[in-house]
């Protein structure tokens, strides 16, 4: 996860994170400096748009693409693989293969701390 990924997330929550990278993933987006009124305050709310605005004000950011938040978040309503391919742009086997990469991630990442705690 890049550094600009992980600040967005932190400080828009799941719910802003997920309607930016929904809405605007992978483009550059201009961020107003008054949030009430503006296009992308009608896109994810006038709050997320505040937040963004206090630390991007005027400014453009790289929204990401957050393939694997998205899927999980397409997930957890229920939806299907082949829907949430169709959202993402990607094939089924993409989506799947995700998962499994996440997985594994996950995995690796609580070996990691495990071996941690040892010492």
Request: a positive charge; proline letters at 3%; hydrophobic letters at 40%.
């Amino acid at each position: 996860m890049s550094d600009l990924t992980a600040e967005l997330h932190e400080l828009l929550g799941d719910e802003g994170f997920f309607k930016l990278t929904d809405v605007h993933g992978g483009i550059r987006v201009y961020i107003p400096k008054v949030a009430p009124g503006s296009t992308l305050a009608s896109e994810i709310g006038v709050d997320h748009t505040a937040r963004l605005s206090k630390m991007f004000s005027g400014g453009y950011i790289r929204v990401p693409v957050a393939r694997e938040f998205r899927a999980r978040h397409y997930r957890t309503l229920g939806e299907s693989n082949a829907t949430i391919a169709r959202r993402l742009g990607l094939t089924e086997t993409g989506v799947e293969k995700l998962f499994r990469r996440a997985a594994k991630e996950r995995v690796t990442a609580k070996k990691d701390l495990r071996q941690i705690e040892m010492f």
